[in-house]
């Protein structure tokens, strides 16, 4: 840095308190999230993907805006394997759910830094990433 350029974390100056927080932040996040990702294997991504394309081999294709009618759809059929198979389907979309809120949540503390007009404002960066950290 004896050159003068500025690094940048997620377009904050790392070299300000506010830089600092979000590195922490970060860190803290691939943490929360990685261990979510550990648990959420390539497997369960590729079941989603088979069990998605087989409900659009029977002519269902769940989107968000469609899902609950699909849903009905499905038990309505009354084809346990294809029940079952919702279950599971249900299932691993809550699970990315869970590990979408927790990359959300970041990237909102993320946006608040940066919406700092003094990235060296110790009380305002606390107050905004202390919560997040103490978890």
Avoid: H
């Amino acid at each position: 840095m004896s050159n003068g350029t500025q690094r940048e974390i997620e377009g904050v100056d790392e070299r300000t308190y506010a830089g600092k927080a979000v590195k922490a932040c970060r860190l803290k996040a691939r943490g929360v999230v990685g261990d979510e990702l550990v648990s959420f294997k390539m497997v369960d991504f590729v079941s989603l993907m088979l069990l998605n394309n087989k409900f659009a081999a029977n002519g269902i294709f769940i989107t968000d805006t469609n899902k609950e009618e699909c849903y009905i759809k499905i038990i309505e059929l009354g084809d346990e394997s294809l029940i079952n198979d919702l279950e599971k389907f249900i299932t691993l979309k809550d699970e990315i759910k869970v590990i979408e809120g927790k990359q959300q949540e970041y990237l909102t503390i993320v946006g608040k830094l940066k919406a700092l007009s003094d990235y060296n404002n110790e009380s305002a960066v606390n107050g905004i990433v202390e919560e997040y950290l103490r978890r």
